[in-house]
């Protein structure tokens, strides 16, 4: 059974930082891609970024240039990054691998 844990969440300002980290257990880790999704209120949810097991990676529209998606596959963890952060980046961020879903971490920008 596939768990994904999310963690890194959390209240900034506009223009900070945030890490967010996923970690999995119950499978093969090395083998797949990962990807970051979000759901704001009242909006789609939506492919933020992910990673293939070969490291290649794909960013929505919106946060190229200032989000950046990575892997540990010895710690089978991934990571996204996000610099520069905007209020319409506030998002439950869930982590996904296959067709599990992480329990998702709350990300609010404050203006």
């Known amino acids: 059974q596939v768990r994904l844990v999310e963690s890194g969440g959390g209240l900034v300002q506009a223009g900070e930082s945030l890490r967010l980290s996923c970690t999995a257990s119950?499978?093969?880790?090395?083998?797949?891609?990962l990807g970051w999704y979000r759901q704001a209120p009242e909006k789609q949810r939506e492919l933020v970024a992910s990673?293939?097991?070969?490291?290649?990676?794909t960013y929505a529209d919106s946060v190229k240039g200032r989000f950046t998606i990575s892997r540990d596959n010895a710690k089978k963890t991934i990571y996204l990054q996000m610099d520069a952060l905007k209020p319409e980046d506030t998002a439950v961020y869930y982590c996904?691998?296959?067709?599990?879903w992480g329990q998702g971490t709350q990300v609010t920008v404050s203006s």
């Open positions: 990673i293939s097991a070969g490291g290649s990676t």
């Open positions: 996904v691998l296959l067709n599990s």
């Open positions: 119950g499978t093969i880790f090395s083998i797949y891609t």
